[in-house]
């Protein structure tokens, strides 16, 4: 059986090339592998196809960067700490990028169909919106329906009068990522990985990926998480890179462990209203620092505290939210 | 009578207190609510506090029934799992959803459309201002067997319009693709057609839909009046069925929004 290794994450985001597809495990703002992203974007990884169920600060992030080719997804935003993704919302407005819109049943079931190893799978979600309108088939449009990239079906979807009862359904093609990068609480020493709460689409995404990075807050023995293999989500030879990163989901949320930091995301809102305002909160937040480490530091304990959850709740009694 | 449940005077509230406590009203005891971030998820609680406080709350990224003692940021805070009875994922909750187990679902939108076409994809069609894109915005309204959007509308007519300019999610009428014929939403959907929406909840009205799937409206906020409704539409909009005032907050709803579900000011500011 094939054994995951242990690396840093300079050496795991190395594996992955330009032009690859990429998914990633946890949802909106929460459980995303931030730390993941901003290497991605320091080594300057370009043409990226993110296939997600949905998006959120970190594929913002990423397209700010201009690392992303293509995007196909149902969402992008940072829930009630800033309206939409701004950078991706401005490239499609200048039509500066490739993008297909779904809805969050859609990309499921095509990460799904990915997992068990199927070509499709079919759903009424959706139906008489415009995106099933094939006006808005954009890679279709693009030209890139012509069987070159194996990433790419042949359509877009198919509307198909299913044979059982002669009713009408959509079938979405299988999406197979060459990449899932995915945050978790923890992970044992050869790859048998536990998530604490909601498992979001984790399960089919890291399932339909060929090559899988888990960054976890801390890798331990797999005899403990064995005690308990119900409370375990993954075995190991589903893990091709293991890395040890506390904080790595910094800004986003991690349950058990710590909030999202809401007015740091609500900052990156801000600052990404324009293309250079995202450049100078990139230099200072991901050029600005030498690696995930020196982020951190920059943060400060101050900082940080604050977000750790109190285990009795699994989230943080003292932060301060609202007005009052 | 307990001075509680008295219903508040104009001045003794604010608009959002009005759109949250209208929405909650929509519950009944014992349904399987799906709720979205924000006023959606007070909407849900309020009406778990009065007269449904045996509904399920569902949150579309897997957390079933939670009993949250402090409100959520999101619909995958930490917060949403405490108590909660199941804490899965998108492919239980969603299943349940196209099974047609969910009574109504709470949802938002930029634009909504005669026929209660949802649009949070693009303001003017896909060379247009983009926005978030459908989320479970789109699969939610396809399939639950209610839904109830809360949109503000006062000052905003572009929101409320007879066609939108990007259908994200589908009303009682909408294209059948690939050939674009428009057709009631019950013909596209067949075996899988489960309901749709059932009313719009705005700053200024509570709106239905009739018999044709077309939007009229029901109620008029204190403060306005029909014709205020009308004029805040780009359609002409049906003020022949308007049945009076809508019910203002009791003093119990007041109190459960800024004291029990929102002490810290997060939403209710």
């Known amino acids: 059986m094939a054994r995951p290794k242990i690396v840093s994450l300079t050496e795991a985001v190395g594996q992955i090339n330009d032009g690859d597809m990429l998914t990633f495990g946890g949802f909106t703002v929460w459980r995303r592998p931030m730390a993941a992203i901003y290497e991605l974007i320091r080594q300057k990884k370009r043409n990226l196809h993110l296939v997600e169920v949905n998006g959120g600060t970190h594929d913002d992030m990423l397209v700010g960067a201009g690392c992303v080719g293509i995007w196909e997804s149902s969402w992008c935003g940072h829930e009630l700490y800033g309206k939409f993704g701004s950078n991706l919302a401005r490239k499609i407005e200048k039509g500066e990028i490739l993008y297909e819109d779904w809805a969050h049943i859609h990309v499921l079931n095509r990460l799904t169909a990915g997992a068990k190893g199927l070509p499709f799978l079919p759903t009424y979600a959706a139906m008489g919106s415009d995106m099933l309108n094939p006006e808005n088939d954009n890679l279709g449009k693009a030209g890139l329906r012509d069987g070159s990239n194996p990433h790419i079906g042949k359509y877009k979807y198919v509307m198909y009068k299913e044979p059982f009862t002669d009713s009408e359904i959509v079938l979405v093609p299988a999406a197979n990522p060459d990449w899932c990068i995915t945050h978790v609480q923890m992970v044992g020493a050869e790859g048998t990985v536990r998530v604490d709460g909601l498992k979001f689409s984790d399960l089919e995404v890291i399932k339909a990926s060929k090559h899988n990075i888990i960054i976890a807050e801390k890798v331990v023995s797999e005899e403990y998480l064995r005690r308990e293999p119900t409370r375990n989500m993954l075995p190991g030879y589903l893990v091709d890179y293991i890395v040890e990163l506390p904080w790595g989901a910094h800004p986003t949320g991690l349950y058990g462990v710590h909030e999202p930091d809401g007015e740091f995301i609500a900052n990156f809102f801000k600052a990404t209203r324009t293309q250079e305002g995202f450049d100078k909160w990139a230099d200072e937040w991901i050029f600005g620092v030498k690696d995930f480490q020196e982020y951190l530091s920059k943060l400060g304990i101050t900082r940080l505290e604050p977000l750790k959850a109190n285990p009795s709740l699994g989230y943080s009694s003292t932060l301060k939210r609202g007005s009052r | ?269």
């Open chain 2, 1 to 269: 009578m307990d001075s509680k449940k008295e219903y508040s005077k104009p001045g003794e509230f604010k608009p959002m207190d009005l759109l949250a406590c209208a929405a909650a009203r929509e519950v009944q005891d014992g349904e399987i609510v799906f709720a979205g971030t924000g006023l959606p998820m007070l909407a849900i609680m309020v009406a778990q506090h009065t007269q449904a406080p045996t509904a399920v709350c569902i949150y579309e990224s897997g957390s079933i029934d939670g009993k949250p003692i402090d409100l959520p940021t999101s619909v995958a805070d930490a917060r949403c799992s405490y108590q909660a009875a199941v804490a899965d994922g998108l492919t239980d909750v969603f299943g349940q959803l196209q099974s047609g187990k969910v009574d109504l679902a709470y949802l938002g939108g930029a634009e909504v459309d005669l026929y209660g076409n949802v649009n949070c994809t693009f303001m003017g069609g896909p060379t247009g201002k983009r926005l978030t894109g459908s989320g479970g915005n789109s699969d939610i309204h396809s399939l639950a067997k209610r839904s109830v959007l809360i949109m503000p509308q006062f000052g905003q007519k572009r929101r409320f319009v007879e066609r939108v300019s990007y259908i994200t999610s589908p009303g009682w009428k909408i294209p059948h693709w690939p050939d674009k014929e428009w057709v009631p939403k019950r013909e596209v959907y067949g075996p899988a057609f489960n309901g749709g929406p059932s009313a719009v909840i705005s700053d200024m009205g509570v709106y239905r839909f009739d018999e044709n799937g077309e939007m009229y409206l029901d109620t008029v906020h204190p403060g306005f009046t029909a014709e205020d409704c009308r004029e805040n539409c780009s359609f002409d909009l049906n003020i022949s069925r308007v049945k009076g005032e809508t019910l203002t907050p009791t003093y119990e709803e007041l109190d459960l929004l800024y004291k029990t579900i929102d002490p810290e000011g997060i939403i209710m500011k």
